[in-house]
Structures are given as structure tokens and as C-alpha cells.
């Protein structure tokens, strides 16, 4: 079993911050690839940021600049700090992970998800 357990959202006002963490724990053999998703009232979820077993970083164009992913690699665990924070980015956040389990084919596993909530 895997489970992916983001935590860190919460209500902010524009302008602010906020920290996402998810953390990968269980029976993993390996990750590639772990990302951030969001998820808007009434849209379809959206690619936000990823980050590659090597570190390398890819963003939506409009989280450029604001948003930055990190990774810890001994923890499993993948960072999004979201600064500037807009109305926008109101959302939940899902923390996504590409990664092979033992005994288990390769293949994407989600969070529950985190709400962001930017509002004055």
C-alpha cells in the first residue's frame, strides 16, 4: 500500500503565502516524477508543477515566477511554497506521484487533496 498525505493549505489573503508538503510512504521501490495538481470549483484539475527524480523543475506558466517545488528525496516528501498568492489559485491542491511499489507496475498515485483558500 501507498499513501500520499499533503497538509498545508489553509485560507490566506492575497498577497500571502503558503507551504504545501506532501509526503509518499508505504511499500515504494522508487519515484520518478512527483507534482502538484489543482482543482477549482466547477473547472477540471490542472497541472500546477513537477519535479523530476534528478530535480528538475516544470510549471505552469501562470504559477512561473510565484511558485516553487522542491523535493526531499530521503523523505519521500515534495514542497510547493506559493507566494504572491492571487484569488486565483483558490483551489485543492492534489500532490501527485509517479512511482513504482513492490510488486506493483509503475504508475501514478493521488493525494486527498488540500484546500487553498486566497480571499480578502
Known amino acids: 500500500q501507498v499513501q500520499l498525505v499533503e497538509s498545508g493549505g489553509g485560507l490566506v489573503q492575497p498577497g500571502g503565502s503558503l507551504r504545501l508538503s506532501c509526503a509518499a510512504s508505504?511499500?515504494?521501490?522508487?519515484?520518478?516524477?512527483m507534482g502538484w495538481y489543482r482543482q477549482a470549483p466547477g473547472k477540471q484539475r490542472e497541472f500546477v508543477a513537477a519535479?523530476?527524480?534528478?530535480?528538475?523543475?516544470n510549471y505552469q506558466d501562470s504559477v512561473k515566477g510565484r511558485f516553487t517545488i522542491s523535493r526531499d528525496s530521503a523523505k519521500n516528501t515534495v514542497y510547493l511554497q506559493m507566494n504572491s498568492l492571487k484569488p486565483e489559485d483558490t483551489a485543492v491542491y492534489f500532490c501527485?506521484?509517479?512511482?513504482?511499489?513492490?510488486?506493483?507496475?509503475?504508475?501514478?498515485?493521488w493525494g486527498q487533496g488540500t484546500q487553498v483558500t486566497v480571499s480578502s
Open positions: 501527485k506521484a509517479d512511482l513504482i511499489a513492490y510488486s506493483e507496475l509503475r504508475k501514478d498515485y
Open positions: 508505504g511499500s515504494i521501490f522508487s519515484i520518478n516524477a
Open positions: 519535479i523530476t527524480n534528478s530535480g528538475m523543475p
